[in-house]
Each structure stands twice: as C-alpha cells, then as structure tokens.
C-alpha cells in the first residue's frame, strides 16, 4: 500500500507539471490569436483548461493519503 500510495503522489507531481506546460501554451496561443487573428475571448480563458487537471491532482492526492493512512494500520 506505502508503494502505491508513493505512486499516487508521483501521478500528482506530474499532473501538476503537465498542467503547467499545456496551459502555458494555451494561454500564450491566445494571447497570439487575441493580437494576430481577432479573437474576442481573453486570455485568461485558457486557465479554465486547469480545471480538469486539478481535480485529478486533488483525486490522486487523496487515494495517496487513504493509502498512506492504510498502510499504517
């Protein structure tokens, strides 16, 4: 379970970097459409694709600490 749990919060960690990468580069295609190609949505939109990526962070940071919590019984 300790293994697992250890598993979990790696998932977490890189979750956490992907999500910084993706929405980085979603922001910053916006931010280039926004001036290049007339779009009417702010950049700050692309912040909503985070959403997704944080509740799955949060998901695997709660197993982690069940198994954690577990494994010590």
């Known amino acids: 379970m300790k293994k697992l749990s250890w598993v979990c919060f ?3 960690i890189l979750l956490s970097d ?3 990468a993706h929405v ?3 922001y910053r295609a916006m931010l280039c459409g926004i001036e290049h190609m007339g779009y009417s949505a702010p950049a700050g939109t ?3 694709y985070a959403i997704p990526y944080l ?3 949060a ?3 709660i197993v ?3 198994l954690r ?3 010590k019984k």
Do not use: D, N, Q, T
């Open 24 to 26: 980085a580069y979603l």
């Open 59 to 61: 998901a695997c940071v």
């Open 64 to 66: 982690a600490i069940l």
């Open 55 to 57: 509740s799955a962070i």
């Open 18 to 20: 992907i999500m910084s």
């Open 46 to 48: 692309a912040f909503l």
């Open 10 to 12: 790696a998932i977490a």
């Open 69 to 71: 919590r577990k494994a």
